[in-house]
């Protein structure tokens, strides 16, 4: 009608689920709550439609249903894009990866972490011959390293996160609990003198504390970015981890604080010789 011609705004535009998600969960980064009524009518979409998505990102821990509409986690910072993840501090990765993978012995069994640092490592291990077991959460670690020579690649079940492409939940849990590995590689949010290593999703955290009980030694891979930061889900403090391998500066508080607990703190500048606190 003419009237919508000239009033846009009221055209009902039916977006897919995927972006109508990442709009809802951009809208609850500038606002505290919002509601399903007014999520519908923004969309076009009915209430039904809205619940439906609160109830997919609350699954993911990113957002929380309340009576009536959806609110952010405590103010808390969401966890970014994948993608935008692995692009963040690449080369530094790459230069992580090379390291910690210098620290494994062939034949281990090696829980791989999600995430794209770990992502990293996984790309690192191929070519090398150490002929390891790997076990993994990560999709992306397992096609990594799938037709990887003389190397076994155990998936762990559960949900799938859309995104960072991981599984979670209690059957994750559980079947990295029928497993005795020598090494757990994981990737964290946040690492702090305090609250120890954090990660953004309660999800994730679950099954890194899982993967940490079925270990020997859990080493910790995170780039500088990461230190003397805390995020929502607790993982473990400080002391529950054998190493920490960085390119920050040992001097750096979080990482004095590591060393003092006993962790073997191993630094890697980007361009130059690794060595330890």
Known sequence: ???????????????????????????????????????????????????????????????????????????????????TRVAVAAAEKVFLADALVNMLLPSQTVILDCGSTVLAVAKSIRGRNLGLTIITSSLLAALELVDEPDTDVILAGGHLRAGEVSLVGPEAELILSWYKADVFIMGVAGVDALRGVTDYHPGEAAVKRAAMAAAHRTIVVADHSKLSTTHLASIAPLNKISAIVTDGDPAEPTMVAAAAAGVDVVCVPMYGTQYSA
């Open 1 to 83: 009608s003419p009237d919508s011609v000239n009033n846009p705004s009221r055209f009902e535009i039916v977006i897919s689920g995927q972006k109508r998600r990442q709009a809802i969960i951009e809208k609850l980064q500038s606002t505290s709550d919002v509601a399903f009524a007014d999520l519908a009518e923004e969309f076009g979409v009915s209430v039904m439609t809205v619940r439906r998505d609160v109830d997919y990102l609350e699954r993911d821990g990113l957002v929380r249903k309340v009576l009536g509409g959806a609110m952010n986690l405590a103010t808390r910072e969401f966890e970014p894009a994948f993608a």
